[in-house]
Nanobody
Framework: QLQLVESGGGLVQPGGSLRLSCAAS????????IGWFRQAPGREREGVSC????????YYADSVKGRCTIPRDNDNAMVYLQLNSLHPEHTAIYYC???????????????????????WGQGTQVTVSS
């Protein structure tokens, strides 16, 4: 059973940065793509970025390109989400998830469908406010 645990959320001022962490354990080799989603109050959960733990290929949603990176640490089964230049509209619960499909699949679709992600963490709250 694959388990994902997020951490690193909190309160950050507008213009600030935050790094979220996702710790994976269990059968991670069956689901080699780790993705980050966010869900703002009253809105649908949307894909932000994902990375292959096999070859490091990535996908970024247009809304975060240039302000976000998704580093990984395979030795410690960790994937991070570095968020920069945060604004109040980025306030959301951020979820870590795992999928079989590789990032090029999401690049071709230019979206990360939730239905392709099989495992989810409990989420971590990010609040951007002064």
């Amino acid at each position: 059973q694959l388990q994902l645990v997020e951490s690193g959320g909190g309160l950050v001022q507008p213009g600030g940065s935050l790094r979220l962490s996702c710790a994976a354990s269990g059968f991670t080799f069956d689901y080699p793509t780790i993705g980050w989603f966010r869900q703002a109050p009253g809105r649908e959960r949307e894909g932000v970025s994902c990375i292959s733990t096999i070859d490091g290929s990535t996908y970024y949603a247009d809304s975060v390109k240039g302000r976000c990176t998704i580093p990984r640490d395979n030795d410690n089964a960790m994937v991070y989400l570095q968020l920069n230049s945060l604004h109040p509209e980025h306030t959301a619960i951020y979820y870590c998830s795992a999928a079989r499909s590789a990032p090029p699949v999401f690049q071709a679709m230019d979206v990360m469908p939730k239905k392709l992600y099989n495992y989810w963490g409990q989420g971590t709250q990010v609040t951007v406010s002064s």
